[in-house]
């Protein structure tokens, strides 16, 4: 098996996402069920979500490793997105094990079948008032640069690039000249995304000491 792609990462103090967060979003004809990451909901549902969010196989294992035993994060709470009966996306809000003021929006995926409605954006919102009702100092990410999407919305939502990790971020054992690329790549995308966002007269576009 070849080996992932670097990690990127993003985050920003509370206080700079509260300034831009809109308010707690509705889901229309869908229905958001809230739960512990490991309620017999969750281990039933979210494997498939999960699995046909990110084209790969995922199974009860996947579901501990990333819900209930993740090194880094302790999850606190999964939402479900249903249509009718099926689930069909699927976030977590999570603290950082060693620093719990540290608030981590955690596996967000939505249903090849339900994209491009604004339904994953919702659930980003959902988990930016579940961090901030808990009362975290900053929020933090973490992605590949492929999940291009799901980095742009952090970013219309106040996040900036991380480029220096503290201890409470999942290592990356990639060789460093790919983590160096992959961390140029992200500064020039969020370059582009704040002429974007300037453009659009949107928030932002002041930069920041670690874009
Ligand atoms: C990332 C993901 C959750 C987005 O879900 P979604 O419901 O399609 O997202 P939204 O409809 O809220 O769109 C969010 C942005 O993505 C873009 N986008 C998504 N789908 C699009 C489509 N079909 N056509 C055009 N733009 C699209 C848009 O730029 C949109 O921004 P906007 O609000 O400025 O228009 C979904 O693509 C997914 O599950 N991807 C695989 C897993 C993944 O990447 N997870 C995140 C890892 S950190």
Known sequence: M???PPLVYFGADARRIARV?????RFGPFRLEEHGPGDERVREAWPGVFAASFGRRAGEEAWRATLLEHPQYEVRRTALLLDGTAAI??????VARRNPSVG?????GILPSHRGQGLGRKLLLWALHDLQRRGVERCEGESRLRHRESILMHYDLGFRPKLRLDPWNTP???PWPAKAAARARQVAGYAAWRARARGRGGQDGRGGRDA
């Open 2 to 4: 070849g080996r992932s």
């Open 21 to 25: 967060l809109p308010p707690p979003p």
């Open 89 to 94: 996306g699927t976030m977590s809000t999570a």
């Open 104 to 108: 981590i929006t955690h596996a967000l």
């Open 172 to 174: 990356d054992p990639s």
